[in-house]
């Protein structure tokens, strides 16, 4: 049998091997197993942190990268992959240290020229990221003052129009009334819970090595992120010293949990197996519970606050793969015991989340290897099949809005996924210089077609119902639908819009969208117009003038 550091040899060749090849999955498995044999060597440790940045994953990968450094202070590489992995998450002062000890590492031992050009390369990615540090520093994050907007917040409309909703859904024999007031008034009641627990933290004594103490308790990170997962429309920065505070208790609750704060999803979900066995369900819950909860967080205001989508797909994502894991791992588990986060609702809130952020990925990045409408496109439909396998419950008029965030919701959001999926396909082909007509206009229908599904499942009075039906009937236009199809959806537009503006009248969606909704109108008017005057029939195809330039000619 082969000395273990022996046959380490033989599996970190192999991992190599794969490396050059780009195979990140099989390489990460080769040197897993390597490190198996050789659990002391920093080369292994950084070889799979490269894969894991060949992944994506840099949540793992600075776990790996971490290890490499603990084991070899001296190892340039093991310092280069912590820096490369904390700069995608998001963590820029980390990277910049991690950077400055990957220089000082190689400094010392830059004798080959090979050396002295990677020496070059680490300076110049320590630069930039100063650069993205300053950059950030002088970044304003936007805060809503709440009493100069009094009034005018869709959670406060929502909360003075509560009475009259209720009464509606009580008066419908159907029990069909569905209001999207239902949803941000709940949203907001989840989001104040937070937000007040996050306030009452005090800071108390003098500072010693250990820092100051803080006085709070927990659940103001379950507040803030129960409140996104409903309706992430009520995210708001109300007071200047809201990311600090916030930060502060991620602090606190991770002390009180025993929550993680270093590692990927690969070290939770072993170490979370290893403290269920040893400190019982109470407190494997607690930590892996404030974890997710962390990461579901961090990933939101890395996309909304700072605009980094990448990493908000990181830490939702991997949020997602630990849930997942758990949901399987202990699906006999009494729901008692591993907590309301492995609730299927949660998870599907979650999932739904995700996509949205990794759709605005898609946008911003020209990495289509790791961002491309096909994931997208698989991950939608898996949310919608997620959706049809565990249907929710019927709730009551107290708390519908939990089914409509919950369930409705994330199929409209799974499909204008599907829509923004074949929208882009079609822009993309129509860029080619041998393009397909048919192909191209096969698209735009598809796209229509789930537009308008998603919109069925939102509230008429909200904002995104009208939102997916003017994208429905941008596509139906470019596909060359007869009018007849298209005149009673403009019309739908058109009469939810009064009940849409007493909620969401000042919301962002408004404010920029409220041109093209005024355009679609102005549309009607035209048709309308037409058939009077026997210009147009209910079959004819009118593409109104904007869109000309994006429709295929037809061979």
Known sequence: MAEP?????????????????????????????????????????????????????????????????????????????????????????????????AIAALSDNAGSIAEQKQLKEYQAELKAAEERLQHAECRVIPTIPISSARGHTPWQRGLAMEKEIVAKYNQDPSGRYRS??????????????????MNSLKRIGGRSHSGQMMMG???????????????????????????????????????????????????????????????????????????????????????????????????????????????????????????AIFQESFVRGVHALYIEIYMKACIDSNDTDHFSLETLLNEAEELLDHCDKHVMSPMTALDHGFALSFGSYPKGKGYSMIGFYHARTAAKLFTQPQYDAEAILQHYKDAAEAYLTAARYHPEDDELYIWFLACAIQNFFLAGTPIRTILPLMAKLRLAMPDVLKIWEFSSLMQGGRAAFTSTLEVEEDILAGLKTGQFTLDSEVVPEPMKRLVPVRK
Not at 76 to 92: D, E, F, P, Y
Not at 183 to 197: C, F, N, P, T
Not at 219 to 244: M, T
Not at 326 to 333: L, S
């Open 5 to 101: 550091q022996a046959l380490a040899a033989q599996l970190k060749a192999e991992g190599n091997a794969l490396f050059l090849k780009k195979d990140y999955k099989l390489a990460h498995a080769r040197y897993t197993q390597a490190i198996k044999e050789d659990g002391n060597n920093a080369i292994l440790y950084a070889n799979r942190a490269a894969c894991c940045l060949g992944l994506q994953k840099f949540l793992d990968a600075a776990t790996d990268a971490k290890k490499a450094t603990e084991i070899d202070a001296t190892y340039a590489k093991g310092w280069a992959r912590l820096a490369v992995a904390q700069g995608n998450l998001g963590s820029i002062q980390r990277s910049i240290d991690a950077w400055k000890k």
């Open 180 to 197: 999207s007031a239902m949803v941000i008034v709940q949203a907001y009641v989840e989001w104040k819970s937070g937000l007040d627990k």
């Open 217 to 339: 308790s927990t659940g103001g990170i379950e507040g803030f992120s129960n409140a996104i997962l409903r309706d992430d429309r009520v995210f708001h920065l109300s007071q200047n010293d809201w990311v600090a505070r916030y930060n502060d208790q991620v602090t606190l609750e991770a002390l009180q949990t025993g929550a993680w704060t270093e590692g990927g999803p690969e070290l939770i979900k072993t170490e979370a197996i290893k403290r269920q066995r040893t400190q019982g369900w109470n407190s494997v819950r607690r930590a892996i519970t404030t974890t997710i909860r962390s990461y579901i967080m961090r990933g939101f205001m890395e996309a909304t606050v700072k605009n980094n989508h990448s990493a908000g797909v990181e830490f939702i994502g991997r949020a997602l793969e630990i849930l997942r894991w758990g949901c399987e791992t202990w699906k006999d588990v009494a729901q008692d015991d591993k907590g």
